[in-house]
């Protein structure tokens, strides 16, 4: 059995604690968060479960293995580094951190420690990307020219962290969990509506080696709700509509070939028109799916999918396209 204590009970920490306490040999010994109104809601729902305003009751309790943060990524570097030094492994949510440096600490730290760090990344645990992966890896899809994704909607605006920040971790992490490397560089422009120095609206351009291409469009000022990212390759092209209930993957068999005409030595370039096939996905909760491979991980002592080297892979791509917003849009290389 696998003691947990979360911290951060909110809009998305419900979620996780619904999750943990759920699954089997799993059990959520301590929650914690500073709304005591929102504790004596959660008394009622989870008896089993001790809630506290105090991290240090978790930090504290040797009982507890892991630790959940599920808080505003501003905290997330100081509860994450408390954790790990109180020889707990650890899931954070998206982003890691905000600064790169307190990334590669957090990364440097688990290691020494020994123990699990691991990043709410949730969309690489979607049986849809899992598909996408597939695809690609099995070469069903030839080369990747680009890929290009939409995540808006007119929904809350944040008073701290701006769209960029809050939608495409989502974006990013898909893309590298896709094409399994990071970009080159990165350009990024972006405006503020609402409130100054928050941009509402973002538009990011990810450069590979090979020529492979990914934008990024995320936007809370939007009159849709899109979820969506298309994959354009070789020979196939696949769309991942994630608000589609059921058929969230198309595969279009579309292209252009490209034939040799032997009467003059030359090439020429055909369209062409094939099926759209939808493939049957085993639709499980994405989120289950997340927290059932962090205890598994914690268990077998292994290394997540999303651990902390992805998330910090994730927050440099966005740390490039925040400073390419601020100097108007010019390139940044990741290093």
């Not at 599920?70 to 951190?97: I, M, Q, R, W």
């Not at 440097?108 to 597939?134: C, F, N, S, W």
């Not at 994630?242 to 292209?255: L, N, T």
Request: include cysteine; hydrophobic fraction near 40%.
């Amino acid at each position: 059995m696998i003691r947990v204590g979360q911290i951060g009970l909110g809009a998305w920490g419900k979620n996780l604690l619904r999750n943990f306490h759920s699954l089997p040999g799993c059990q959520v010994g301590i929650g914690c968060d500073q709304d005591p109104k929102r504790l004596e809601k959660f008394r009622g729902e989870y008896p089993s479960v001790r809630f506290t305003t105090d991290f240090e009751e978790l930090l504290s309790d040797e009982r507890l293995q892991a630790v959940v943060i599920a808080t505003p990524p501003e905290s997330h570097y100081n509860l994450a580094k408390a954790s790990l030094e109180a020889g707990k492994d650890v899931f954070v949510e998206k982003p890691l951190v905000l600064k790169v440096e307190e990334g590669e600490e957090l990364v440097d730290l688990a290691k020494r420690e020994g123990k699990v760090l691991m990043v709410g990344h949730i969309m690489e645990y979607h049986p849809a990307t899992l598909k996408l992966k597939q695809l690609i890896e099995d070469g069903e899809l030839g080369g990747i020219y680009y890929i290009y994704s939409t995540r808006v909607n007119l929904g809350k605006v944040r008073e701290i962290e701006n769209a960029l920040w809050s939608f495409a971790p989502h974006d990013v992490s898909i893309i590298l969990y896709l094409l399994g490397k990071v970009p080159l560089k990165v350009t990024a422009n972006g405006m503020a509506y609402l409130r100054k120095g928050i941009e509402d609206v973002a538009f990011s351009t990810l450069y590979f080696d090979g020529g492979t291409l990914a934008h990024i469009h995320v936007s809370w000022l939007d009159p849709h709700k899109i979820r969506k990212i298309t994959v354009v390759g070789q020979k196939k092209m696949v769309v991942f509509d994630d608000m589609e209930s059921a058929e969230k993957i198309r595969i279009y068999d579309k292209g252009v070939d490209t034939y040799r005409d032997y009467e003059n030595y030359g090439e020429y370039l055909s369209l062409r028109h094939g099926d759209v096939l939808i493939p049957k996905l085993n639709l499980v909760e994405p989120l289950r799916a997340e927290c059932g491979h962090f205890l598994q991980c914690v268990e077998e002592r292994a290394t997540p999918r999303s651990d902390g080297e992805d998330g910090l892979r994730v927050l440099k791509v966005l740390d490039a396209a925040q400073k390419s917003m601020k100097i108007g849009g010019a390139p940044v290389e990741i290093k």
